[in-house]
């Protein structure tokens, strides 16, 4: 139940934080003469447009709640478990951005989470990690 909780979370920061980071980068004339310039205008937008925070800040949660998963669950249970967020953000993205989504793009957007369910419908508490991977001298991994 908690694992479910948290990926809810995800789900919908993932997707929002997305639609959110949208809306401030087409208030945003990417147009610069240099990279450095690009660069320093391209920061100055993300700290001072409110859509641009706002979109940072969900995804930060979007990242908290998937690595909470992660130490929950297994990665192959956690990634597709999270494929809700396609069907969320194409939505918003019709919604809220008046994007044209066709018959094609939403069947493809079913099909990937659809095969994401097959895939997630596998999870049980034993998904669980139990033991930790061995480590090979200077804490890699073999």
């Known amino acids: 139940m908690k694992t479910a909780v948290v990926l809810t979370i995800a789900i919908l920061a993932n997707s929002i934080g997305n639609l959110l980071l949208t809306i401030g980068m087409r208030d945003f004339d990417g147009a610069a003469p240099s990279a450095a310039a690009w660069l320093s205008r391209t920061a100055g937008h993300v700290v001072s447009d409110p859509w641009m925070i706002g979109g940072v800040i969900l995804l ?42 066709t018959p094609a793009r939403w069947a493809g957007t079913m099909l990937i989470v659809a095969g994401t369910v097959l895939v997630a419908r596998s999870f049980s508490d034993s ?13 890699q991994i073999p």
């Open 60 to 101: 930060i949660v979007f990242l908290s709640a998937y690595m909470t998963a992660l130490s929950w669950a297994d990665l192959s249970f956690v990634l597709p478990a999270t494929a809700p967020a396609y069907i969320f953000t194409v939505f918003l993205a019709k919604r809220y951005l008046g994007e044209a989504v």
């Open 127 to 139: 998904t669980t990690r139990i033991v930790a991977p061995a480590r090979m001298e200077g804490g």
